[in-house]
């Protein structure tokens, strides 16, 4: 098989693929209320680019890809692009991750195509809470989705993005859902991307607090092994049937063992969350380019990866300031 890597040899295997900026919620730690500024549609990577592209990475090593955005479902008729996607040679496993407002009615469609697994974004399981931040009204319908992803034993992790303020109260019912229910429950510290320049009192509730937080309740946590290249460090709890794990996101503890890549919904890749893109992919592929020429654009691009996140942060080339939006990324 072949591999991929980058110049401080680490294997590049795992595509995020953002396949949309729009989204349907307006998660105050990732967009604006208003004023957002959707890239036009013509600027958008399209299917057909999309699928040129998995299917030129997937040549050069890459076996995974994760759908995210925006809000996935939001773009119309993904799951004819996911039923071609899986097709692609060579890759491996796709997975996606969603709000979950849209997701219910196609979770056998999504079984049937062979979706890997979910990652449905819940961050609290107050409706009130979960409306204070997402600023819309869908708390029952995540709920009921988490429900039939569990029902349909499609696996599924939870992310909650931990937020001071917000829904510390929600930590322990939230590790207490993997009480009865195979599920994976992650604890994402919170990040700058949110659309704004608001610097959110980041350090707050770091990985290290969020875990004496658990703690506290539940003295008797253990270790799990975390899969190769984990972003999440995880536990679990004796007679808990699923796990817990914690993302330092914003800590960057992970950055030694990074296999990721990011492109976003308008092409640009993006070899760490903290760089400002490297390139746009889609000019290249617009302006004529043969596939060995797409091949050697990224090969250029992952023989100058920034070591870790805090590196690809000070090297920003325009706006050191981090205002994107999550949405417009792919998180
Ligand atoms: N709309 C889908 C969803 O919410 O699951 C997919 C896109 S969303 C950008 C992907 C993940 O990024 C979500 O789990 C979300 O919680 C996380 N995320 C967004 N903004 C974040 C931030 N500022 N800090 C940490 N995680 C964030
Ligand atoms: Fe939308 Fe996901 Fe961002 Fe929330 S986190 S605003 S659901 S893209």
Partial sequence: MIMLYDNHQRPINYLRLAVTDRCNLRCFYCMPEEGIDYVPKTELLS????????????KMGITKVRIT?????????????LSDLVKTPNLQEVHLTTNGTLTQN???????????????????????RFFDITRRDVFDTVMETLHALIVAKLPTKINMVVMQDQNIDDIIPMVELA????????????????GTNRTPSLLEWNYKRIYQHIEATYPHIY????????????YQIKGFQGTFGIIAAYSRTFCGTCNRIRLTPRGILKTCLYDTGVFN??????????DAQIQATFLDALGNRAKDGFEAEQNRHFDPLITESMSSIGG
């Fill in 223 to 234: 270790k799990i092994e975390d899969g190769k290249y984990s972003t999440s460090t995880n």
């Fill in 69 to 81: 955005g925006g809000e996935p479902f939001v773009r119309k008729d993904m799951i004819h692009f």
């Fill in 106 to 128: 196609l979770i056998p469609q999504l079984q049937q195509i062979g979706i890997k697994s979910v990652n449905l974004s819940l961050d609290s399981l107050n409706k009130q």
């Fill in 47 to 58: 299917y057909e680019e999309m699928l040129r592209l998995v299917r030129v990475l997937a």
């Fill in 179 to 194: 009480k009865a229910n195979p599920i994976n429950v992650r604890f994402i510290e919170e990040m700058p991307f949110n």
């Fill in 281 to 290: 992919i889609k000019d290249v592929m617009r302006a004529g380019a043969s």
